[in-house]
């Protein structure tokens, strides 16, 4: 089993950045691929970015491509998504996941490929 637990979200103006974390715990050896996700009212869980942690590949939604930097420290089985330039449709609720199942290339998109998930931080860029 994996815990997960995210935070750093919050209020913030439009232009402004934000570091989501997500801490990891249990079996963080063995996870292979992580991802954060996000869900805004009315609309289906999506994919923001994710990273292959074996090859280092990386996936970016074109919605933030540019604005946004997903990072890990192993040592203290962290993840973060280093957000810029916000803006108000990037409000949601914003998850971190993962997966033990090896992917090779590029890391799956799809909520339905990831094993673990966390509680979710809210993220709500006032315009």
């Known amino acids: 089993q994996v815990q997960l637990v995210e935070s750093g979200g919050g209020l913030v103006q439009a232009g402004g950045s934000l570091r989501l974390s997500c801490a990891a715990s249990?079996?963080?050896?063995?996870?292979?691929?992580m991802g954060w996700f996000r869900q805004a009212p009315g609309k289906e869980r999506e994919c923001v970015a994710a990273?292959?942690?074996?090859?280092?590949?990386?996936y970016y939604a074109d919605s933030v491509k540019g604005r946004v930097t997903i990072s890990g420290d192993n040592a203290k089985n962290t993840m973060y998504l280093q957000m810029n330039s916000l803006k108000p449709e990037d409000t949601a609720v914003y998850y971190c996941?993962?997966?033990?199942?090896?992917?090779?290339?590029?890391?799956?998109?799809?909520?339905?490929?990831?094993?673990?998930w966390g509680p979710g931080t809210q993220v709500t860029v006032a315009s």
């Open positions: 249990g079996r963080t050896f063995s996870v292979t691929t």
């Open positions: 990273i292959n942690w074996s090859g280092g590949s990386t």
């Open positions: 996941a993962a997966r033990h199942i090896v992917s090779w290339g590029l890391p799956p998109i799809s909520p339905g490929n990831y094993e673990y």
